[in-house]
């Protein structure tokens, strides 16, 4: 039996299957290559030495995902694939609800059809939109800014609708607080297209010297220093916990989420600060204006994560500035080619 990764080629994706393919398990990854390469396919064998199907196929070609349902023995997928760029997503809303609900609509049906019935689905504290305080607990109000978040709120929804529909689907809804780091060979990461929106890709191109300095949003956040605070999570960690949310939804049936992340807030000025003493390279940066629909503060509660699924984040700050850089100094252009290590 397989499990099946649809965006395996991409950030979170590549991690995970590293860690589902040490762990012992048969994956089989889908991936369109729409905001990934296939040079990440490779690494994760070379980091691996192990072998796995995968399908260039899109979520909204059904016949296609039927063939690789059809073709493989699959017993729970790890859903990735989505788009999910914020500010993309309010300038073409129509694309990313059509590729992210309409993809997984199609995939669901296939599951449905194929009698597949167990799902790990990567959602977002976006759906926790302005939470009244912090830290944020998974029972919070739920609520979106933004067509991105609105489409991880509706697949929710949708998956929740399935499940009351039929109540042998066991899902897992891993809403993750801020994904950053790279695997500590530096062989896989986080390889964003044009100018990056996040905040440690654009360290990371400030340090190799890709971009002049970084614009901090703001500098009058009710926070210990001014700068918005969130709760960043090694990428490493965030991929064991789809392992542990796995081994549950596969022995048990029902819908539940959970809070991916560390439960320690830091601010802007702080991962700078890390950023800087483990890598000593020196980030320049300035204060600009606040960037429109961010947050003061935003942190998880992991309570649920640690009782349920036995998974606790391990890695620290300096870990996640260490890997991110070693993996941007070892791949200055990402996966565009290989380069000194
Ligand atoms: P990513 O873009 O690196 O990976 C997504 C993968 O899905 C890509 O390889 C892309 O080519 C593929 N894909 C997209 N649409 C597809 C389709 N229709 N058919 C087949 N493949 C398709 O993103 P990531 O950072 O690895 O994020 C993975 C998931 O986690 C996404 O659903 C994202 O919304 C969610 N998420 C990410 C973050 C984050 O900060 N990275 C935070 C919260 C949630
Ligand atoms: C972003 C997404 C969110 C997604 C989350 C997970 C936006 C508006 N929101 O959240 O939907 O779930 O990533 O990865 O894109 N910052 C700067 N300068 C920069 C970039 C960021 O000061 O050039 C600051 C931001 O103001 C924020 C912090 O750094 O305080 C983190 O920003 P970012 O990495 O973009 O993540 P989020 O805004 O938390």
Redesign the pocket.
């Known amino acids: 039996m397989s499990i099946l990764v649809t965006g395996g080629a991409g950030y979170i994706g590549s991690h995970t299957c590293v860690e589902l393919l040490n762990a012992g398990h048969e994956i089989v990854v889908v991936d369109n290559f729409s905001n990934s390469k296939p040079e990440s396919l490779k690494r994760i064998t070379e980091l691996t030495k192990k072998e796995y199907k995968f399908y260039e196929v899109d979520l909204l070609d059904k016949k296609a995902l039927e063939t690789v349902f059809c073709e493989n023995q699959i017993e729970a997928v790890i859903h990735f694939a989505g788009l999910?760029?914020?500010?993309e997503s309010v300038e073409i809303p129509l694309h990313y609800y059509y590729n992210n609900i309409t993809g997984t609509l199609i995939l669901c049906e296939v599951m449905k059809k194929y009698d597949v019935k167990k799902m790990v689905f990567s959602s977002?504290?976006?759906v926790y939109g302005f939470p009244k305080h912090v830290p944020i607990t998974e029972d919070f109000p739920l609520a979106a800014t933004?067509p991105?978040?609105r489409t991880k709120l509706m697949i929710e929804e949708i998956l929740k609708d399935l499940h009351s529909s039929d109540n042998n689907w066991g899902i897992a809804l891993l809403r993750?607080?801020?994904?950053i780091g790279a695997h500590e060979s530096g062989r896989i990461g986080e390889d964003p297209n044009g100018i990056?929106?996040?905040?440690?890709p654009?360290i990371n191109q400030v340090a190799i010297g890709k971009l002049d300095k970084?614009?901090?949003?703001?500098s009058d956040?009710d926070t210990h220093d001014g700068?918005?605070?969130?709760d960043y999570i090694h990428v490493v960690d965030l991929a064991k916990g789809h392992l542990k949310a796995l081994e549950k939804i596969i022995s048990t049936t029902g819908i539940d989420a959970f809070n991916l992340g560390t439960g320690v807030g830091y601010?802007?000025l702080d991962?700078i600060k890390n950023f800087e003493h483990v890598t000593s390279q020196r980030i320049a940066y300035s204060f600009t204006h606040?960037?429109s629909?961010?947050i003061d503060k935003?942190y998880a509660d992991t309570t649920k994560a640690m009782k349920e699924l036995g998974w606790k984040a391990t890695k620290n700050l300096e870990d996640m500035c260490r890997d991110s850089w070693r993996w941007q100094r070892s791949n200055p252009k990402g996966y565009e080619e290989e380069t000194f290590k």
């Open positions: 999910k760029a914020v500010g977002s504290a976006t933004n991105y978040g993750y607080f801020n994904p990056p929106n996040n905040l440690m654009y970084l614009n901090v949003f703001g956040y700068t918005g605070v969130r601010s802007v991962v606040r960037r629909g961010d935003c």
